[in-house]
């Protein structure tokens, strides 16, 4: 639904740079295992099912696996680079973008943050918010600036 706050499970961009890592053939395994070994969320997939509207794995990248929900909810999405949590601080869309994080994007009425704050204590996920739903269709993504950022896509299977 429209004016409802968008979050994201864990880091965004571990996979990524742990693609690199293995392609570059560095050995610090720093990210490596993010990208060989994901880990599903399970249980807070499943706390959510009380708590969210809509969620979705970042299998394919955060852009573009929100524009999902966005598409099938028939709303758009504000969100805010400098909020989604990295592991740099140099923060790029193919960083966000490049998919197989598998962390979860959801989306959660306002009146649910402290019970979705519970949950990210009790499971020990850290969980973050990086935006909100908004009437207008489609996704757009501002910089630290507050200026739109040009969009790309993320992984496409065919």
Do not use: W
Not at 66 to 80: F, P, R
């Amino acid at each position: 639904k429209e004016n409802q706050l968008i979050f994201v499970s864990g880091i965004i961009g571990n996979a990524y740079l742990g693609l690199k890592e293995l392609s570059d053939n560095i050995d610090t395994d720093s990210y490596s295992k993010a990208y060989l070994e994901p880990k599903a969320h399970i249980d807070l997939g499943l706390k959510l099912s009380d708590i969210a509207s809509a969620c979705i794995d970042i299998s394919d990248g955060l852009l573009q696996d929100l524009n999902l929900i966005c598409q099938s909810s028939n709303v758009g999405a504000e969100i805010y680079l400098d909020k989604i949590p990295t592991s740099i601080s140099e923060k790029s869309l193919e960083l966000i973008n490049s998919g197989d994080d598998y962390e979860l994007c959801f989306t959660v009425d306002e009146d649910k943050y402290e019970e979705l704050m519970n949950v990210s204590k009790i499971l020990n996920i850290p969980i973050t918010l990086i935006g909100k739903t908004c009437l207008s269709k489609g996704l757009a993504l501002y910089d630290v600036n507050n200026q739109r950022v040009e969009l790309n896509s993320g992984y496409s299977h065919f």
